[in-house]
Structure formats: C-alpha cells, structure tokens
C-alpha cells in the first residue's frame, strides 16, 4: 500500500494488503485523498490503518490523522484501537504535494513493519541489505560488461 503523491493536494494509497493484530485489511483498488491545506506554515499527516476492535464497530478502515506544524499525529494503541502508520505526507500552506513530501513508513518496525513469521526481522535494515546485494550484483555485471577477454582453459572431452 504505496503512498504516492496524485496531483494538487491528492495522495493515492496504492492497492495492497496487511495483518493487524491478526485481523486482515485489503485495499482492493487504491484509494485517492484530497488533505486539507494548512491556513499557514506546514503540517505532518499520517496515512493511517486502523483496527477498531470494539463490539460496536469491529472493522478495519484505511483514513488521514492530522499532525501539527512540527510533530505527526500520535498513534492510537490501547486494548480496542491499534493504528498502523504507512507514510507521513508534509502538508504546505503554499504548494502542492510532491512525491518528496511524502516519507513511507512501511518498513519501519515501530510504525508499521513487515509481516513475517514468528522470527522478528527489521524491515528497514532488511531493505538496505537487499539494496546493498542489488548493487554489488550491479556492479559485477559492469565490470564482466567491460571485460573482453576470456581467460582460463575450454577443455572438451569426446564420448565414445
């Protein structure tokens, strides 16, 4: 569920899906929101899952929590409520938004996290070993590229 910035004040949250607290949350085919321009200065937004485990409500919805001009809202965590964090978007009173006003928080363990299994993984570090991999593959590719030679001997053996 990629946050991604869609024109003017427009997020869209792209399709995806996650467990909360056990309980499963499908965004089938993207969701686009429309946040609300500060009067001056800056604001934090959270894009936020929430799980509502109470008996009157029992569900799980995808919604905007408002921050301030320097800190995003906090989340809610308790006993009915559990809040998972997807990104945080700076909301300016001057401009629109852009794909670097948003920050994903999908990896971060104490915001969001990965699901796993029951071996706990930090998803952020994770991420940077997987880049790190990316890039060394990258760069053996380059350098075999470059080199055009061939070194070592063929041997064939005949059958028969």
């Known amino acids: 569920m990629k946050v991604i910035a869609d024109g003017g004040l427009n997020i869209r949250v792209s399709k995806g899906a996650g467990i909360i607290e056990g309980a499963d949350y499908e965004n089938e085919d993207g969701v686009v929101f429309t946040l ?21 409500t029992r569900e799980t919805q995808l919604y905007i929590k408002q921050g301030n001009a320097s800190t995003p809202a906090n989340l809610q965590r308790d006993d009915n409520i559990y809040e998972i964090c997807l990104a945080e978007v700076t909301v300016k009173s001057t401009t629109n938004i852009t ?21 706990s993984v930090d998803g952020e570090e994770l991420y940077k070993k997987f880049q790190q991999y990316i890039e060394s593959i990258r760069s053996n590719l380059v350098l075999k590229n470059q080199d055009n030679t061939i070194t070592g001997k063929l041997t064939v053996k005949r059958r028969g």
């Open 99 to 119: 794909q670097n006003d948003i920050v994903d928080k999908r990896a971060n363990a104490t915001l969001c996290g990965i699901v796993n299994s029951l071996i």
């Open 36 to 56: 609300e321009r500060p009067a001056s200065g800056t604001r934090v937004d959270r894009i936020i899952v929430k799980l509502d485990k109470t008996l009157a």
